[in-house]
């Protein structure tokens, strides 16, 4: 695959580095980790010590100075790389960058240093229960009371939720209002630091069972009569809630984006060293016809996905992303990533489908791409609006 055209020989020590970091800090514990469902707390601390975390947050904030094109080097390598557990592509992908877009000098200078250092975890917590994709409709409640908000509601499949020390919540500060009732309000949910209990009112569910993404910390989050100061509410104003989800969702689709390709690439890879070593009626299975189409065809859906995401990241850089694209960035590329792992499986044969080898759990982790960040069929909706 041909380089993409906005990297610089910076982006390429930054993968090496990455890479290193993933190889000898990350994989070997792989199994654990899945075992017990959620990395380590560690992991994200050695990543902020290399620098790897906050790479596009401003280095007066503790951040690399960076932009999203640090940050999709660091989600790239960390899917070649075959780790599915450290929630990089939210923490430091998609919270800090609300914290940079929206928050005020105060925020910014109490949160971003420690999001950056790996000492503290980030979640943010839009999809509830019984609501999906309609964030308008969120009963989650924040209500003013003298210098504090109360917040009542759930949220669920919150990514990070497990370890997380801050939240971003999306919540109805004004109830009578759909999207000019949503506000964000910075939740810091630990009693004293990530060794302290929770803070009352504050309550984690279960780390939800997944079928794919089993290392990956996904939780329920309750909030019962749970008081945050009002100097937390992201940005200072009420009713802006929406506007900033609103402005920071097609990073969030592009973040997706970056990980289907990447696992695209990724499966062509071992699936085209498999085929070169396998023999199945007296050669190896790349002398097959079927065998080389199959793999054609996935290559060439992939380079073009490829091209179509570099195009995409370089008009985000630019400013110019829009919601329609980032739409079609993530249902496609999502869609193209389940379609090619699942025709890569197949030429594994009866050995795709066992968990000896790493394209069954390739096959599991993509299914929940077309899921989350909104789901493929409300891309759709989003690209028809724009027609």
Same mark, same amino acid.
């Given at each position: 695959m041909g380089a993409s055209p906005w990297r610089e020989p910076e982006h390429d020590e930054l993968a090496e580095l990455v890479r290193a970091f993933f190889a000898k800090e990350v994989r070997p514990h792989a199994d654990r980790v899945l075992a017990q469902g959620h990395p380590d707390r560690e992991h994200y601390r050695k990543a902020g010590d290399l620098g790897l975390l906050g790479l596009s947050v401003p280095v007066e904030y503790g951040g690399g100075g960076g932009n999203f094109t640090h *940050? #999709? /080097?660091?989600?790239? *390598?960390?899917?070649? @790389?075959?780790? @599915? @557990?450290l929630g990089l592509a939210v923490h430091s992908g998609i919270v800090t960058g609300y914290l940079v877009a929206y928050g005020t000098e105060e925020q910014k200078q109490r949160w971003l240093p420690g999001l950056c250092a790996g000492t503290l975890v980030g979640a943010i917590a839009m999809t509830e229960p019984d609501g999906g994709s309609d964030l308008q409709a969120m009963r989650t409640r924040a209500i003013r009371d003298g210098d504090d908000y109360v917040i009542t509601g759930a949220k669920t499949f919150i990514s990070n939720g497990g370890l997380a020390d801050i939240v971003i919540l999306a919540a109805k500060t004004d109830p009578s209002q759909r999207a000019a009732g949503v506000s964000l309000l910075v939740c810091e949910v630990h009693e004293r630091d990530e060794s302290g209990p929770d803070r009352a009112g504050f309550r984690r569910g279960r780390l939800l069972s997944k079928i794919g993404l089993k290392g990956n910390d996904t939780a329920e989050? =309750? =909030?019962?009569?749970? $008081?945050?100061?009002?100097?937390? %509410?992201?940005g200072g104003t009420e009713g802006l809630g929406f506007a900033q989800l609103m402005g920071q969702l097609p990073q969030e689709r592009l973040v997706i984006g970056i990980g289907a390709v990447a696992a695209m690439e990724r499966a062509i890879d071992l699936t085209v060293a498999y085929v070169k070593e396998r023999t199945a009626f007296g050669k190896p299975l790349i002398g097959h016809q079927n065998t080389r189409m !199959?793999?054609?065809?996935?290559?060439? +859906?992939? $380079? !073009?996905? &490829? !091209? =179509? %995401?570099?195009?995409?990241? #370089?008009?985000? /850089? +630019?400013?110019?992303?829009?919601? #329609?694209?980032?739409?079609?960035?993530?249902?496609?590329?999502?869609?193209?990533?389940?379609? /090619?792992?699942? &025709?890569? %499986?197949? %030429? =594994?044969?009866?050995?795709?489908?066992?968990? *000896?080898?790493?394209?069954?759990?390739?096959?599991?982790?993509?299914?929940?791409?077309?899921?989350?960040?909104?789901?493929?069929?409300?891309?759709?909706?989003?690209?028809?609006?724009?027609?």
């Open positions: *940050e #999709a /080097v660091l989600l790239d *390598e960390q899917m070649r @790389s075959g780790d @599915s @557990s989050l =309750f =909030f019962d009569d749970f $008081r945050v100061p009002a100097t937390n %509410l992201l !199959v793999l054609a065809e996935c290559a060439t +859906r992939t $380079r !073009v996905s &490829r !091209v =179509f %995401l570099d195009d995409c990241i #370089a008009q985000h /850089v +630019r400013g110019e992303l829009d919601v #329609a694209t980032a739409a079609m960035a993530k249902y496609w590329l999502t869609d193209g990533q389940c379609e /090619v792992v699942d &025709r890569c %499986l197949q %030429l =594994f044969g009866g050995y795709g489908y066992t968990t *000896e080898y790493p394209i069954a759990q390739m096959y599991a982790d993509a299914r929940a791409q077309k899921i989350y960040g909104g789901t493929n069929e409300i891309m759709k909706e989003l690209i028809a609006r724009a027609l």
